[in-house]
């Protein structure tokens, strides 16, 4: 079955770390963009970094510039994503998705160019 799964999630207090990871199963990641998303409730979901097939290029939403870091390491066929300071506002569900080749555009972008994608990990950033 393809597909990504994510784990890492779970309760944390303001100004912890958690770091999250996206494995893929039956297919291999190395061609991929993977996008990190989250959905919080009663919003709408968005895009919160994005990284090339390479690993060279990196892109991260605004508000959590600085603080996430997302790396890749194809040899696990998995993608992870360092959270540090994190913050009440950064509660979520969090999902990672491919991006279908030759939509890398738009990585950060929820929609129908994504290939494959989890069925997310809850974080929850409360004291």
């Known amino acids: 079955q393809l597909q990504l799964v994510e784990s890492g999630g779970g309760l944390v207090q303001p100004g912890g770390s958690l770091r999250l990871s996206c494995a893929a199963s039956?297919?291999?990641?190395?061609?991929?963009?993977i996008g990190w998303f989250r959905q919080a409730p009663g919003k709408e979901r968005e895009g919160v970094s994005c990284i090339s097939s390479s690993g060279r290029s990196l892109n991260y939403a605004d508000s959590v510039k600085g603080r996430f870091t997302i790396s890749r390491d194809n040899a696990k066929n998995t993608v992870y994503l360092q959270m540090n300071s994190l913050k009440p506002e950064d509660t979520a569900v969090y999902y990672c998705?491919?991006?279908?080749?030759?939509?890398?555009?738009?990585?950060?972008?929820?929609?129908?160019?994504?290939?494959?994608w989890g069925q997310g990990t809850q974080v929850t950033v409360s004291s």
């Open positions: 039956g297919f291999s990641l190395d061609y991929y963009y």
């Open positions: 998705a491919a991006v279908a080749p030759g939509s890398s555009v738009l990585c950060m972008i929820w929609g129908g160019h994504l290939r494959y």
